[in-house]
């Protein structure tokens, strides 16, 4: 008997009604986007607010630029565009606009990972995390459901610095509570255990939990944590983890290099160093298909969160 | 409110003002034995008008002044002339000039936002600065204030795919308060302009894209004050004033030579260029 999660919106969308929300009350929040304001529903923000929503075509260096004039000035500019788009070809524009001034620039950066499906390689976002995560002083969130998307929205709001929110296309399961806490660089513990600890993040929450609950009908009790904030990550928490259960499964939407899995090895190798397995998308480009068929080709699923289960506890 | 407004030098004064920033100029990139003197000295007229000629309303006592006209450089390899107006107008000691470039000097190589007072966004990494400023312009509109914006690029910089994605932006959201300035020295680390990758029509092309444009003789203090004011005048579209510079101008042997768009000059070279400088 698989574990089944009820199936909520896309993060997207409880981005752009979280946008929508937090501009009600704060006029100082603007939104810039490069010609996917219906994809990345900035357009929620937009149509409320034209005088603060700059649509300003397919342009992602200058929207970071603008985005980094606006800061300067006060203003707390989001930008939306596909993570691809947005990381890649706003990067030079990112580092010296927004990470080396220290400014107030929120990234969001839809249609993450390869779950966007169809469109293919070139819109897949593969390599954001890594990007994101090599920009001194940005925050780095990749939130699991649209409910901790909500808490993400207003927490990057209340933090004063650069942050990147990765949104998703698909429908995301829930996984948690509507009033759910999200502080960003606390990781959530979703269930508790003592046999191994799940990090995941993203839609790989999900599969975490449903990995999880297999392996208790096995006997083996898996911790799992909702790493939502890759950068700062949750140190604590993983050590904690560390010596109370002593192995670690890493799952993520991303490539092998530079995302979820280095900031966990990097940690826990300088606080209480314990095996790892990794499941992600390992050093390659994935291909047009449904999202639940790439997933499952590319190996990030359930069943693959399970066999690096097996694999790290004959290693432990 | 800033002194520049209340009294305005002369001509004549400004052209004082320009060359003890020339002497600035030099001294600070032979002290650093490293620095841009060609695309430095292009540029002293353009930001000796902005400075000193009653243009940006600013003042040193309070660079977050929110209501102070921001002035973005974007060709940063071009601020040793930026810090010498600085100092000059009091932002920070003219002692403080000569550690340009120095380990602990806030006089960074580039300019680098949040590092000395007066500086209004981090630059080098060419072609960033007129995306900079649509956002200050368009901040000044959201918040009701009447800054104006002014950024100076420069030609060879405008080879940059960026600066067209702006120079689009701009006009389409009418952002009059912004004035583009490009220092046109014709020359780029590798050569001429001309020979690498001609920008030619180049006033054209900024009319193509519905900009205001005025081309003016850059080292003529008169015509740069006059572009600068016609800048002011009302209408729907931002203005970009084209000044045709001499790269290296004020210090002959640097003047159209290459080799000085990145190299200091020598303990003799800098008492040759200072001799020239005289008051």
């Given at each position: 008997m698989t574990l089944t999660l009820p199936m909520g919106r896309a993060t997207r969308e409880a981005y752009g009604d979280a946008l929508l929300e937090l501009g009600k009350a704060n006029r100082d929040i603007v939104a810039i986007d490069a010609d996917l304001a219906k994809s990345t529903f900035s357009w929620t923000f937009g149509k409320h607010y034209p005088e603060r929503f700059f649509n300003i075509g397919i342009q992602e260096a200058n929207m970071v630029g603008m985005a980094s004039g606006l800061a300067s000035c006060g203003k707390i500019p989001f930008i939306s565009s596909f993570a691809a788009f947005a990381l890649c070809k706003g990067f030079d524009q990112l580092r010296m606009g927004a990470a080396y001034p220290h400014l107030n620039v929120k990234v969001a950066g839809s249609h993450g990972g390869i779950s966007i499906g169809e469109d293919g390689v070139s819109q897949m976002s593969v390599e954001d995390v890594a990007l994101a995560c090599a920009l001194p002083g940005f925050i780095v969130c990749i939130p699991a459901d649209e409910h901790s998307m909500t808490a993400a929205v207003h927490a990057a709001v209340r933090h004063d610095g650069p942050v990147y929110l990765r949104l998703g296309r698909p429908k995301a399961p829930i996984v948690?509570?509507?009033?759910v806490r999200l502080e960003l660089g606390r990781a959530i513990q979703l269930r508790d255990g003592d046999g191994l600890t799940i990090v995941a993040n993203g839609l790989l929450v999900a599969q975490a939990l449903i990995a999880a609950d297999r392996l208790a009908e096995r006997g083996v009790e898996a911790r799992v944590l909702d790493m939502h904030t890759i950068k700062p990550i949750d140190g604590d928490a993983l050590a904690r983890a560390s010596h109370e259960t002593g192995a670690f499964v890493v799952a993520e939407e991303h490539l092998h290099h530079g995302g979820l899995g280095s900031a966990v090895a990097l940690s826990l190798a300088s606080t209480a160093p314990a095996p790892i397995e990794f499941v992600d998308l390992g050093d390659r480009y994935a291909e047009s298909g449904k999202p639940d068929d790439l997933l499952k080709k590319y190996g990030m699923t359930a069943d693959n969160i399970l066999a690096a289960a097996d694999r790290v506890l004959a290693r432990k | 409110m800033a002194s520049a407004l209340s009294a305005v030098p002369s001509v004549h004064e400004l052209e004082g003002i320009a060359r003890s920033l020339r002497r600035h100029i030099v001294r600070m990139i032979a002290a650093a034995n490293s620095g841009h003197p060609g695309g430095s000295l292009s540029a002293v007229e353009i930001i000796t008008a902005l400075y000193f000629g009653g243009v940006l309303r600013h003042d040193p006592k309070r660079p977050d002044w929110p209501d102070r006209d921001r002035f973005i450089l974007s060709k940063g390899h071009g601020v040793p002339a930026q810090y010498a107006a600085l100092a000059e107008s009091g932002y920070f000691p003219v002692s403080e000039l000569t550690t340009l470039r120095q380990v602990n000097s806030r006089l960074q190589g580039h300019p680098v936002q949040g590092s000395l007072p007066g500086i209004e966004a981090s630059t080098g990494s060419l072609g960033q600065g007129l995306s900079i400023g649509i956002g200050h312009a368009i901040a000044a509109r959201l918040d009701g204030r009447h800054y104006r914006t002014y950024v100076l690029l420069g030609d060879g910089e405008c080879q940059e795919g960026q600066v067209w994605e702006a120079a689009l932006t701009a006009p389409n959201y009418e952002l009059s308060t912004l004035t583009a300035i490009v220092d046109v020295n014709r020359y780029q680390l590798d050569g001429a302009v001309e020979d690498i990758n001609s920008l030619e029509p180049f006033a054209d092309k900024w009319r193509a894209y519905r900009w205001h444009v005025l081309v003016i003789d850059g080292h003529d203090l008169v015509a740069v004050l006059n572009a600068l004011h016609d800048a002011r005048e009302p209408r729907d579209v931002p203005t970009c004033i084209l000044a045709r510079t001499v790269k290296g101008k004020g210090v002959t042997f640097m003047e159209n030579n290459n080799e000085f768009h990145g190299k200091a000059p020598n303990k003799e070279q800098l008492e040759v260029a200072l001799s020239q400088l005289e008051e």
């Open positions: 948690h509570q509507r009033d | -």
